[in-house]
């Protein structure tokens, strides 16, 4: 978006009032994150909220924001740890705590990962994403339980039954841990 700045100026030729009069308009930079986020220019995006944190290093959007960024630019162990310390300092943030969930999950720390979206649950008993990654997690969870009850020689056919009925579960949930 251009905004064009109107005024006069006696005495300026038109090539040096255009340079003075259009001036590229520039939001704020919650919102130029957001910009460059729905243009997928994830480095530009990280550009902005690293120079803001600068300035104000406890923004908690804009740490989130940083923590997703950093995911998509595959730096998922700076993630992790932003997402870790936002959860410390604001545990009532049920993204953070989903997110860190997912994160957990997918470095196999299942028992942990539960935790994380059962207390997003706790701050938004609403968050469909975090109640679906929950139930994936269960799932996981069902599924070892079922390969210890086996190992420890339990039912073996029954069991074998169950871990059989839960394998197209288990194809359409998170990763496997």
Same mark, same amino acid.
């Given at each position: 978006?251009? !905004?064009?700045?109107a005024?006069? @100026?006696?005495?300026?030729?038109?090539? +040096?009032? $255009?340079?003075?009069t259009?001036? @590229?308009? /520039?939001?704020?930079?919650?919102?130029?994150? $957001?910009?460059?986020?729905?243009? *997928? #220019?994830?480095?530009?995006a990280?550009?902005?909220t690293?120079?803001y944190?600068?300035? +104000?290093?406890?923004?908690?959007q804009?740490?989130?924001? *940083? =923590?997703?960024? !950093?995911?998509?630019?595959?730096r998922?162990?700076?993630?992790?740890?932003?997402y870790? #310390?936002?959860s410390r300092?604001?545990?009532? !943030?049920?993204?953070? +705590?989903?997110n &860190?969930?997912?994160m %957990?999950? =997918? /470095?196999?720390?299942?028992?942990?990962?539960?935790?994380?979206?059962?207390? =997003?649950? *706790?701050?938004?008993?609403?968050y469909?994403t975090?109640?679906?990654n %929950?139930?994936?997690? &269960?799932v996981h969870?069902? $599924? *070892?339980?079922?390969?210890?009850?086996?190992? %420890?020689?339990g039912?073996v056919?029954?069991? /074998? +039954? /169950? @871990?059989?009925a839960?394998q197209?579960? &288990? $194809?359409?949930?998170?990763?496997?841990?």
């Open positions: 978006m251009v !905004l064009l700045w005024f006069v @100026t006696i005495g300026v030729t038109s090539a +040096q009032a $255009q340079t003075v259009q001036q @590229t308009y /520039k939001g704020t930079p919650h919102e130029e994150v $957001q910009k460059s986020m729905m243009r *997928r #220019d994830w480095n530009n990280l550009l902005i690293e120079e944190l600068q300035e +104000q290093p406890r923004d908690p804009m740490r989130f924001w *940083r =923590a997703r960024l !950093l995911e998509q630019l595959n998922t162990d700076e993630a992790f740890e932003t870790l #310390d936002l300092e604001y545990p009532e !943030l049920p993204e953070v +705590q989903n &860190l969930g997912v %957990l999950a =997918a /470095k196999g720390r299942i028992d942990e990962a539960r935790q994380a979206f059962e207390y =997003a649950l *706790r701050n938004n008993p609403d469909a975090a109640h679906e %929950l139930g994936d997690i &269960l969870l069902a $599924q *070892r339980s079922y390969d210890n009850a086996i190992r %420890l020689g039912a056919k029954s069991l /074998k +039954q /169950k @871990t059989t839960l197209p579960a &288990l $194809q359409l949930t998170l990763t496997p841990p």
